[in-house]
């Protein structure tokens, strides 16, 4: 590529996970290009498949049932959904925790829409919920699918090939990128790392203490359009990014 840039390009890349917490859209809105980072093994007992809502006795995982081929080297790409009604269960828990909630009637509705879809493979779901949430929270970041390309290498030099060929200029890793993210790499191919630490912003919930950590619905149902404004609160900025990577 050598077309002269105005600005460095900020990326950032997530594998596909159900009904996101807030973090993902903070790493999200700070980015130029976010790839859904859908060529990676797929997660048991993480989040590519359930997350968290509020409840009045705590905390409750919505889990959407997968197919097991009973091998654990399945990409996410190939997981299928186990269509049993599962979508109508998620309906109903999200129903009866948040229809007291000031702005149910103005989300509730459309996600019901995309969980009445009937996806085969939890990908498309995932993307399709991202994507819907994104627009609410009129982040407008450019959105790109890792299996659109042919990203090459393991680990930190999968990321490093997937910016080059993005072409970023500044990476922004979540919290446990510092763990194999190989930084001298990066900044010799003229990418600056960055490594996010999100300050989870305490908001109005209803029904007992606050609960951090809840899909970003919790936040949605609760501050409407307020929602992007709290998740972004005493968090990093996009300028502030290009400031740290002058440094760099």
Not at 114 to 133: A, E, G, K, R, S
Not at 141 to 168: H, P, R, W
Request: with cysteine; charged share 25%.
């Amino acid at each position: 590529n050598i077309m002269k840039k105005d600005k460095p390009i900020i990326l950032s890349a997530h594998q596909p996970v159900y009904m996101p917490w807030l973090g993902l859209f903070h790493k999200i809105a700070l980015a130029d290009i976010f790839c859904v980072f859908d060529i990676v093994q797929y997660q048991r007992k993480d989040f590519n498949n359930r997350n968290k809502i509020k409840t009045s006795s705590g905390d409750l995982w919505l889990t959407v049932p997968v197919k097991s081929s009973g091998r654990f080297d399945c990409l996410i790409t190939d997981i299928e959904i186990v269509n049993n009604g599962w979508n109508k269960k998620h309906l109903k828990s999200i129903e009866l925790n948040y229809k007291k909630t000031p702005y149910f009637d103005q989300y509730y509705y459309d996600l019901k829409k995309i969980l009445d879809t009937p996806y085969q493979y939890l990908v498309d779901l995932n993307f399709d919920i991202l994507v819907y949430i994104l627009n609410i929270l009129n982040i407008d970041t450019k959105i790109v699918k890792a299996s659109d390309y042919l990203f090459e290498g393991v680990k930190s030099e999968l990321v490093l090939d997937m910016c080059i060929q993005l072409n970023a200029d500044i990476y922004i890793f979540g919290e446990n990128g510092k763990d194999y993210a190989n930084i001298d790499t990066f900044i010799s191919a003229g990418v600056s790392p960055y490594f996010q630490s999100y300050n989870h912003p305490v908001y109005n919930q209803i029904k007992g203490k606050f609960m951090p950590y809840m899909s970003v619905f919790d936040l949605l149902f609760n501050e409407g359009q307020n929602s992007k404004n709290i998740l972004m609160l005493d968090n990093v900025t996009k300028k502030d990014i290009l400031t740290l990577s002058k440094d760099l």
